[in-house]
């Protein structure tokens, strides 16, 4: 019986080589064929793709160039370019005691660019808002007291801490298509942050005081630039699909659509967070030459093999490069998917990851036994079973070595299954021009990070799994609350209080007795209560918020940590 399997997995004799037939094969060499006839010496070729190269560069620079001008806001001078999650206001105590670190709070304005697609950045990590929790979501706090989309908003105004350039999207002051410009102006304390769902984006209400508000001033002169990104895709894209109908050579087709998707991806599409271009521009060329030459390595063991000798250039347009946009512009393409990052915790944790994962394993599954079938066909399923055998044993042991995490990031995932992806079928040409688009967006966006992480790493500003400190039952008075907590467990020795989100209370062991009274002068507001340990300046994980009610009432903090 085994020695059947393994004959049996040689494969066919004579191997069945696979080659696409062209559909219409004179429609689809003619462009070829018209330039092999009016250029037909080799040197004349090279000039003519030269000139190629000046033409889409050229176009793709003067776009670029135009777009990263910030412009100008009339009174408030050039706008400074922000990413999508930037705020006014850190996170957990990261402002410091009653937010200094934070300052001004108010009689401040800021002008600001935004770029498009700013409704696609979420929170990936539980971010607490009074009582509740924000994760996987925009977070956006306060707005209008009203959803009509075309109103004015002389009364809109934000919490502190939400996205800049999300909050603009959500007021109608910037578009999340091409971004924008606009001015923030900063309206110190607030109360009652109104929730609210404008321009695709729903607020979160926040019922209490923060003192670091801001509004969006309407009705400016300006001449700002919008984010060129979709004009910059019409020329690039245009610019490959021109190159792959009319080249036959398999190198010049794969190099230039490599470079030309690289770049556009990393100075367009989907850029790294950066200050300014010249910045931008530096992180891209560190990043293009290490996955310049991974793409050397897979051209050469997969994507020749492919591609070499297909005459079906407008379907390989269709497919292949299809596929690889496809792949490339994932954070447009792929954003339907629930996952945002692959690791237990997220998968866990995230509302219908679950699900997408069994199906996406799933999917993987038959098409790899559609491959593994060509695969046989050409009597090439041993050696790549032996590959694959190789990489499974690799990534069980990333599994299994301590203390580090696998992390699969999709230019990994693009890796592993690109080596199945050779054989010259339809169906290949899809999967393999998806995979190259994967590589391409996640070496350019992120980098090579590393796919064995520490827990720390994968963690990022998430909870940190410490102890949470025992407060004792508070005791309640006409205008005050009083909170007491016993001496903190090694290695802690402090206590530190959030008020509203925001530290109002520090205390160290040895620096007064154990216990602080609050006080609040009017009873038109709940009050929330978190608390959490500190070692010197650092403070692990913070209890839910409990709730001082306006009646004078007081609600426990349920159990588990937050941050």
Known sequence: MARAVADWSKGPEPPRKQKITPYFPSIQEAPAKFIDKILPKRASKVGLLAFFYFCWLLTFTLLLNHSAQAGNIHGYGKPQSVWCGASFWSPKNE???????????????????????????????????????????????????????????????????????????????????????????LTGEQTNFASTKRHGIQSFSFDSSFPKSYTFLSGLSSECVRDLRWPLLAVTCGFTAILSV???????????????????????????????????TSIIIGRFLPAAFVAAVFYHYAIKHQLKGLTANIERTIIWLGGAWVGALNNYTFTFIPIQRLTPHDINAEPGAVLALILIVLIIFFIAVGQAWYLWQEGL?????????????????????????????????????????????????????ILVGLFINGTARWGF??????????????????????????????????????????????ISVLVNDVERLRWYYGEGSPDHTFYRYDGVEREYYRFGYMTGSQTGDYTKAGIWETDGGWIPMKPGPSR
Request: glycine share 8%; hydrophobic share 40%; charged share 15%.
């Open 95 to 185: 402002c410091g005691l009653n937010g200094n670190r934070c300052r001004p709070f108010n009689n401040a304005s800021f002008a600001f660019r935004c770029p498009a697609n700013c409704k696609a950045t979420h929170v990936l990590n539980p971010r607490a808002v009074g009582d509740i929790e924000v994760n996987y979501k925009t977070f956006v706090i306060g707005g209008p007291t009203y959803s009509d989309e075309n109103s004015t908003l002389p009364e809109t105004v934000y919490r502190g801490d939400s996205f800049i350039c999300q909050a603009a999207i959500h007021s109608g002051i910037v578009g999340n298509d091409k971004g924008g410009c606009g001015v923030a102006l």
């Open 246 to 280: 009319c080249t036959t050579s398999v190198p010049v087709f794969f190099s230039s659509v490599f470079v030309m998707l690289f770049f556009h991806v990393g100075l367009v599409s989907d850029p790294p967070n950066h200050s300014d271009y010249a910045s931008l």
């Open 381 to 433: 399923l041993r050696k790549y079973l032996a590959i694959y055998s190789f990489m499974g044993a690799g990534l069980i042991l990333c599994v299994v070595l301590p203390p580090l995490n696998l992390r699969v990031h999709h230019y990994f995932l693009a890796l592993l299954l690109l080596p199945g992806t050779r054989t010259q079928t339809r169906l290949s040409l899809l999967y393999q021009g």
């Open 449 to 494: 990070d590393s796919i064995m992480q520490t827990t720390e790493e994968l963690r990022q500003d998430g909870q940190l799994g410490t102890i949470l400190p025992v407060i004792s039952t508070p005791v309640l008075g006409a205008s005050n609350i009083t909170f007491s907590w016993s001496k903190p467990p090694p290695p802690y020795d402090g």
